[in-house]
């Protein structure tokens, strides 16, 4: 029941959902959490959901520094791929992929913007992220 439990983690948005669809799954912890014996079951179980669900483990990490690095070799491939076509003489070819890049770019601004403009240190901080191509984990 345990790993189903960290099952219904992976798949909810909060611990509150994880449990209850955990507790619909097993009635006997739908009995247990409502017992006025074990109050501290249900705490308890959400407690430990949220230390599982917010825990830094080293997949998270690795994820994390493989998705950056794929996003900044990219962007590398892109501006090679531009100087390549321009040293060809491909000129209208090249204007046209610098233009692409450049609107990706300008739009993933404009949504970083208009998404954290309440909070202006996370806003900074998303468009830092976005500018160097940077994967925030």
């Given at each position: 029941?345990?790993?189903?439990?960290?099952?219904?983690?992976?798949?909810?948005?909060?611990?509150?959902?994880?449990?209850?669809?955990?507790?619909?799954?097993?009635?006997?912890?739908?009995?247990?959490?409502?017992?006025?014996?074990?109050?501290?079951?249900?705490?308890?179980?959400?407690?430990?959901?949220?230390?599982?669900?917010?825990?830094?483990?080293?997949?998270?990490?690795?994820?994390?520094?493989?998705?950056?690095?794929?996003?900044?070799?990219?962007?590398?491939?892109?501006?090679y791929t531009i100087w390549f076509y321009r040293s060809l003489g491909l000129q209208d070819a090249a204007n046209l992929m610098t233009v692409f890049v450049a609107l990706s770019i300008g739009l993933q601004t404009f949504l970083v913007i208009s998404i954290h403009r309440k909070?202006?240190?996370?806003?900074?901080?998303?468009?830092?992220?976005?500018?160097?191509?940077?994967?925030?984990?």
């Amino acid at each position: 029941m345990g790993a189903s439990f960290k099952r219904f983690l992976g798949v909810t948005a909060t611990e509150e959902g994880a449990f209850a669809s955990w507790a619909k799954m097993h009635p006997a912890m739908n009995e247990l959490s409502l017992s006025p014996n074990y109050e501290f079951f249900k705490p308890l179980m959400l407690s430990i959901g949220k230390n599982i669900r917010h825990s830094a483990t080293k997949t998270k990490l690795l994820i994390s520094v493989g998705a950056s690095l794929a996003s900044m070799l990219d962007v590398a491939g892109d501006i090679y791929t531009i100087w390549f076509y321009r040293s060809l003489g491909l000129q209208d070819a090249a204007n046209l992929m610098t233009v692409f890049v450049a609107l990706s770019i300008g739009l993933q601004t404009f949504l970083v913007i208009s998404i954290h403009r309440k909070n202006k240190r996370r806003m900074l901080v998303e468009l830092l992220a976005t500018i160097t191509v940077s994967e925030r984990s």
